[in-house]
T-cell receptor
Framework: GAGVSQSPSNKVTEKGKDVELRCDPI?????LYWYRQRLGQGLEFLIY????????KSGLPSDRFSAERTGESVSTLTIQRTQQEDSAVYLC?????????????FGQGTRLTVV | GENVEQHPSTLSVQEGDSAVIKCTYS??????FPWYKQELGKRPQLIID?????GEKKDQRIAVTLNKTAKHFSLHITETQPEDSAVYFC?????????????FGKGTKLSVKP
């Protein structure tokens, strides 16, 4: 595709339910990042995938959060037993490779609302 | 891991004035420093970046400086215009192997008053 695509654009879920967010990176991009952005706040790092290396999960806030990536393609971020504090925009970004001077391109984000 | 501090959190300037945003980073191995602009309701977009082998880079009204010894870098916007109003984020990355995660500062909300 032309850019990073995320789905769904908006998700409203009930507290305690599980949600799955999807990110389709730009074709050929080996690096993929997930961030959380609460209203009016900064970009909180969650997880980073680079090729076949073990992902950097150091930003995941709790064991309710997990993410997977199949090869160098689609990634899914799963939040189990959602809480109201999980409400935020979840942004995905991808870049061509991490050893070159390449830009990280962001998707439009998934706005998650936990009610 | 890397920690990026950004100041100020808000900045208000008159149209035509200059704006400066400063960031510090903690990981001396970081070698890539991008700046992103996020307009209200939109995704962050890269406006300029600098590598650790360069001290300064300019692109029209925007410039970035890097001081590796002090581990800080700054964004300079000259002749500000109302359309420069947005939130600006700095970031730092090692850009090497599996340690290439991109860590952002908390952002600076820039308001340019006509």
């Amino acid at each position: 595709g032309a850019g990073v695509s995320q789905s769904p654009s908006n998700k409203v879920t009930e507290k305690g339910k599980d949600v799955e967010l999807r990110c389709d990176p730009i074709s050929g991009h080996t690096a993929l990042y997930w961030y959380r952005q609460r209203l009016g706040q900064g970009l909180e790092f969650l997880i980073y995938f680079q090729g076949n290396s073990a992902p950097d999960k150091s930003g995941l806030p709790s064991d309710r959060f997990s993410a997977e990536r199949t090869g160098e393609s689609v990634s899914t971020l799963t939040i189990q037993r959602t809480q109201q504090e999980d409400s935020a925009v979840y942004l995905c970004a991808s870049s061509l490779r991490d050893t070159a001077d390449t830009e990280a391109f962001f998707g439009q984000g998934t706005r998650l609302t936990v009610v | 891991g890397e920690n990026v501090e950004q100041h100020p959190s808000t900045l208000s300037v008159q149209e035509g004035d200059s704006a400066v945003i400063k960031c510090t980073y903690s990981d001396s191995a970081s070698n890539y420093f991008p700046w992103y602009k996020q307009e209200l309701g939109k995704r962050p977009q890269l406006i300029i970046d600098i590598r650790s082998n360069v001290g300064e880079k300019k692109d029209q009204r925007i410039a970035v400086t890097l001081n590796k010894t002090a581990k800080h870098f700054s964004l300079h916007i000259t002749e500000t215009q109302p359309e420069d109003s947005a939130v600006y984020f700095c970031a730092a990355s090692r850009r090497r192997g599996s340690q290439g995660n991109l860590i952002f500062g908390k952002g600076t909300k820039l308001s340019v008053k006509p």
